[in-house]
């Protein structure tokens, strides 16, 4: 189905200007950075807290995109592009979005819930796509921006939409029923702990049924509570209440493995579900029931839901071998999921070389010369240098591009693979779950140990904007990310920070920066620590010194001399009283003359450290401290006629002090990576990193026994004990130890017990049903990194640096 300008015009009640063209609509964006913006696009510049799309239309043009919906028509470009002002660019996306679901007729199945939705959509996909042409969300796709993107997907070969919607606010829910529309509703799960933006468990359950207004039907796992808040007919299941709709009685539940007794209407049938823990079981639950009321076939109800596999809901870049980086993303093979991937890919830009690995597509919608076209096009946009296809149908439509290397089948590239042929690259592993392309991520990925740090790079994302949005547009930002990014991983943080456009990068030593601007960071670097015997190295990578004594300026103008080097970029460090490093007073008359007298070096910034920014207790202080540094800084500034970068704001200070002390530049370290120093700023944050590790092994152990070294603990009733293979040579301090500290494992508390040792640690779950092999969480949402630290008396950036590196880091993206 195509639309043009002229269509969506009366619909988003916009006005045209410059050069006022139609056109079809081939492809919709949001975002500039996107490979996928050319001149079939029509961009949407949509405005944000921190994030603006209006500043990126000179930039679109030039990649020749010329349709765009703004709030306000740039005039410098008015002779070049057609322009559609609305009020609101989002509620004009949602309503062109509205405009073209109402072009289909087919059935559209609305989910929503506190939990699983996007697990319910894709088994719902791969259970019902033998029967039907499915259009979806990507990925969870779900939100006031998501859902409408993902209904552009929709074209005239689907005959069934499977679309989730995620709110996190009132009235949210009835803009996304208006998008949507969907005729049969699925509601997965009612969560009652508390969700930020609903006041009560009753306003969330009536914001969240308003998906489902105007359903034939409502499937849902049988609750009165929120079955009386539904208007329309519904269709329930329990394992426990008898009158559900569908009742199902668990037989048997092992070896990963659960049987269940379904009786529905006058029917009695068995079925496997390949998942033992009861979340899984739930959604499986949840899933059967629709098949059920589409009158899907018991035999072949029986046969797919056997097949329910593991989905890997978010796209993770994960340590490869031979220093590559793996995307994997081996579980699903659409378009539009493609699109999102390369996108992903581009975006991480951890390497220059890149590498796809793709599977035939399978996609109901298009011709297949047509689908295989779009393919070929988005691949070629986003130059990869490699690309390997692995599949009859795709062997034969990409053969003809440059760079492709087919396969038959997944078992062909298994027998020629030799790891020697993949090295310090970027790969994406995208395939339809039929290729089994897990196999090929076993031989990619790096060896697993067991325990992992995730990095969530939104929350990285998150954070940073929060911080942005206390700060005038024009301020400058340097990230610290000394320490290996505070313990999250150097070169993988600064490529985001790189990709968000910040202004600076700070390390703590030369070697820092060299490490990263040989994994290819450009961004300029301030190396806080710099050593006189490195200056020469951190000329050759281009590192920026902080210069604090007047020993250090002479080295490096003596070696900037020797060099014949001009203008080198130098920061001046002042002491207005951490009493760390910097010049004081009675240095500035020898700094001001050897400045003056020469060309060698340029002073890009002045900058001083405060104490006590995180403690308004020391207000006077660090008012004491700006207005030393401001005298201090400006008898520079006119002594040497030059307009140099002022800085003295860490994290603390942005948040407390930004609004008189932000000058040109603020430091941001600790709050990037989610850790606020009072708890109104933690509000404002994101979890960014969990330390995740497995059970070992579980035992029982009885009374009069002990546990770990020095028999610290004392078995007084017979337990159930964990082992956790992570210890204080991980970074977990012993003072977490002897039920000072915890685990989650299945979200309960398991107490540590007695000492921890060198590289395991004890746990009680007694009262947890848990199994060797079962995912253990250290920290991160809870406990979190700031409870363990005040518990072991340090604060949380001790915690966080001491990760070891022997833990694996994982970074993702939603
Ligand atoms: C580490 C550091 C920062 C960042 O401090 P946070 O409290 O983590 O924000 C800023 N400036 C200097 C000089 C630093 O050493």
New binding site residues.
């Given amino acids: 189905m195509t639309f043009s300008i002229q269509n969506i015009i009366p619909h988003i009640q916009a006005k045209i200007a410059g050069i006022a063209d139609d056109f079809i609509i081939e492809n919709i964006s949001i975002d500039s950075r996107s490979l996928q913006n050319n001149a079939g696009t029509l961009f949407f510049a949509l405005k944000g807290q921190n994030h603006d799309g209006h500043h990126y239309i000179a930039e679109l043009i030039k990649k020749g995109v010329r349709f765009f919906v703004v709030e306000k028509v740039p005039e410098n470009y008015v002779d070049k592009a057609t322009f559609l002002a609305v009020q609101n660019t989002t509620k004009a996306l949602q309503k062109t979005a509205k405009y073209y679901r109402n072009l289909f007729h087919f059935p559209i199945i609305g989910i929503t819930g506190s939990n699983g939705k996007t697990i319910v959509k894709e088994w719902l996909n791969f259970l019902l796509s033998p029967d039907y042409s499915i259009v979806r969300n990507p990925k969870s796709y779900n939100s006031q921006v998501g859902v409408p993107l993902s209904i552009f997907g929709t074209n005239e070969n689907h005959n069934l939409g499977i679309f989730e919607a995620g709110i996190s606010q009132k009235n949210e829910m009835r803009n996304l029923e208006n998008i949507i529309h969907p005729t049969i509703g699925v509601f997965t799960h009612l969560g009652i702990a508390h969700e930020e933006g609903f006041s009560s468990l009753e306003e969330k359950i009536v914001e969240k049924t308003r998906l489902f207004t105007s359903c034939e039907v409502v499937i849902l796992p049988r609750n009165e509570v929120v079955e009386k808040h539904i208007k329309v007919p519904t269709f329930t299941w329990s394992l426990t209440d008898e009158k559900a709709t569908v009742f199902g009685s668990i037989k048997t539940q092992e070896n990963q493995k659960t049987v269940i007794q379904i009786h529905y209407q006058n029917n009695s049938f068995e079925v496997t579900i390949p998942f033992q823990d009861s979340i899984a079981v739930n959604n499986a639950m949840t899933c059967m029931a629709t098949l059920l009321y589409l009158k899907i076939d018991t035999p072949i109800i029986q046969e797919r839901l056997q097949k329910l596999y593991p989905v890997e809901i978010r796209l993770q870049a994960k340590k490869g071998i031979n220093g590559c980086v793996l995307i994997d993303d081996s579980y699903s093979s659409d378009y539009q999921s493609l699109k999102i991937a390369l996108d992903f890919l581009e975006q991480q830009k951890l390497h220059s070389k890149k590498t796809i690995i793709l599977s035939d597509i399978f996609q109901g919608g298009l011709p297949i010369d047509k689908l295989y076209q779009k393919v070929a096009l988005a691949i070629q946009n986003n130059n990869i240098d490699r690309i390997i296809v692995i599949g009859e149908t795709i062997s034969k439509y990409l053969s003809e591009l440059p760079n492709v290397i087919a396969f038959g089948a997944t078992i062909d590239f298994l027998k020629q693979f030799n790891t020697q042929s993949f090295q310090n690259e970027t790969i994406l592993i995208k395939g339809a779950r039929s290729f089994n392309f897990d196999e090929i991520v076993v031989l990619l990925e790096e060896k697993k140990h067991e325990t992992v740090l995730e990095i969530n790079l939104d929350a990285l994302t998150h954070n940073l904007n929060f911080y942005k949005s206390k700060l005038h547009s024009n301020t400058k930002i340097m990230v610290?990310v000394?320490a290996f990014g505070y313990g999250n991983g150097g070169f993988e943080i600064a490529k985001l920070l790189e990709h968000n456009s910040v202004d600076y990068l700070?390390v703590a030593f030369a070697d820092e920066g060299i490490e990263l601007r040989k994994a290819g960071i450009t961004l300029p670097i301030m190396v806080?620590n710099p050593e006189n015997s490195s200056f020469p190295a951190m000329i050759a990578y281009d590192l920026e010194p902080e210069i604090y004594s007047i020993t250090g300026l002479q080295a490096f103008l003596q070696l900037t001399q020797q060099k014949n080097i001009t203008s080198y970029p130098i920061h001046i460090k002042l002491d207005t009283g951490m009493h760390r490093l910097g010049f004081e007073a009675n240095d500035m008359d020898t700094l001001i003359s050897l400045l003056r007298n020469n060309n060698f070096v340029m002073v890009k910034s002045v900058f001083s450290?405060l104490s006590a920014s995180d403690d308004t207790h020391f207000d006077d202080f660090t008012q004491l401290q700006f207005e030393r540094f401001h005298l201090l800084s400006q008898k520079i500034i006119n002594a040497l006629d030059i307009q140099p970068i002022r800085h003295i704001l860490?994290?603390?200070g942005i948040f407390n002090y930004a609004q008189e002390m932000q000058l040109e530049m603020v430091?941001?370290?600790?709050?990037l990576y989610g850790m606020g120093n009072s708890k109104a700023e933690r509000n404002n944050l994101q979890n960014v990193s969990t330390l995740k590790s497995v059970i070992s092994q579980i035992r029982e152990v009885e009374e009069g026994e002990s546990i770990g070294y020095s028999r610290k603990f004392m078995v007084n009733k017979s337990m159930k004990v964990a082992t956790i293979p992570i210890g204080y040579a991980d970074g977990i301090r012993r003072a977490w130890g002897n039920e000072k500290g915890y685990v989650v494992i299945k979200n309960q508390k398991a107490s540590i017990l007695g000492n921890i040792c060198m590289d395991m640690l004890m746990v009680d779950v007694t009262s947890i049903s848990c199994i060797a092999g079962d995912e253990v969480i250290i920290f991160g949402e809870n406990p979190n990194i700031t409870e363990i630290a005040t518990v072991t008396e340090t604060i949380p950036?001790e915690i966080l640096t001491g990760i070891s590196q022997r833990v694996k880091r994982v970074f993702y993206k939603n």
């Fill in positions: 610290m000394k700070g806080l450290h860490n994290t603390s430091r941001l370290g600790i709050g950036y």
